[in-house]
């Protein structure tokens, strides 16, 4: 059985020693009745993953840890993945970040469509958002053994995060339309490194976004007959993707 993972701050190493933050140490102790001498794992969130056992409680209840070994990108996938999904009402993106960390998203983009819901007008209340995202994001890496946090960007318009996609990548915009192409003929490969995905909200994307995506020269891809929810359609386009590039073999 694997040890239980734990989060760690970047740059925490000092002189063989780690010391979890006090929520990380009252899950330690007082969630999984972890002692002295107990091996555990700890990931910084930028790749790093370090395997020791606790060293110490201290008398403020902080878990000191003396690492045994290091290791780099634990957990993490050889392709760089992002995926730009548009926001919906309720808490809807948030089961996109869970399900998407899962599944080695390397950097999330909330998109704000034509057809969206919602709005993110308030920079304190975009700001908010991605707290909460963050956090999400965080627990999920945590539950499926990773060690690099994925990064959640600001809220963004569908127009302006196309003019941030270069040709290094292969780019994919997942929509029913009648000119979508199965994803085999996407362009994916042994090779491929970097991938855009773009799915939209639950009433999709407007005749005026897909032309522009089209023109960009980002690939439109069918997920078969069935309309899928938008806290579905992320997470499948993601499994689709790291299946084809061999990842979840």
Do not use: W
Not at 12 to 31: I, M, P, Q, R, T
Not at 57 to 68: A, P, Q, Y
Not at 90 to 101: A, L, N, R
Not at 136 to 154: D, F, G, N, T, W
């Amino acid at each position: 059985m694997e040890p239980p993972i734990f989060y760690v701050e970047p740059d925490s190493l000092s002189d063989g020693l780690l010391v979890l933050s006090k929520a990380e140490s009252h899950h330690a102790v007082k969630v999984m009745r972890m002692k002295q001498g107990d091996v555990l794992i700890a990931v910084d969130g930028l790749g790093g993953g370090f395997r020791g056992e606790i060293a110490k409680i201290t008398r403020e209840k902080l878990v000191e840890v003396r690492v045994h070994s290091q290791t780099r990108n634990m957990g993490e996938p050889q392709v760089v993945l992002t995926l730009a999904a548009g926001l919906s009402t309720g808490s809807k993106f948030d089961t996109v970040i869970e399900k998407g960390t899962e599944l080695g998203v390397k950097r999330f983009v909330p998109l704000i469509t034509e057809k969206s819901k919602v709005t993110v007008d308030d920079p304190k209340r975009a700001r908010t958002k991605v707290a909460r995202y963050e956090k999400v994001a965080l627990a999920a890496m945590k539950q499926c053994r990773r060690s690099y946090r994925p990064e959640i960007a600001q809220p963004v318009t569908f127009t302006d995060y196309l003019k941030e996609i270069g040709p290094e990548s292969v780019n994919l915009i997942f929509h029913p339309s009648a000119g979508s192409r199965p994803l085999e003929e996407s362009g994916l490969s042994a090779h491929t490194r970097r991938v855009n995905i773009i799915v939209g909200a639950e009433p999709g994307f407007s005749a005026e976004e897909m032309n522009l995506a089209l023109d960009k020269g980002i690939k439109a891809v069918s997920l078969g007959r069935r309309i899928l929810r938008a806290e579905t359609a992320g997470p499948v386009a993601c499994a689709l993707v790291m299946n084809a590039l061999g990842e979840l073999r």
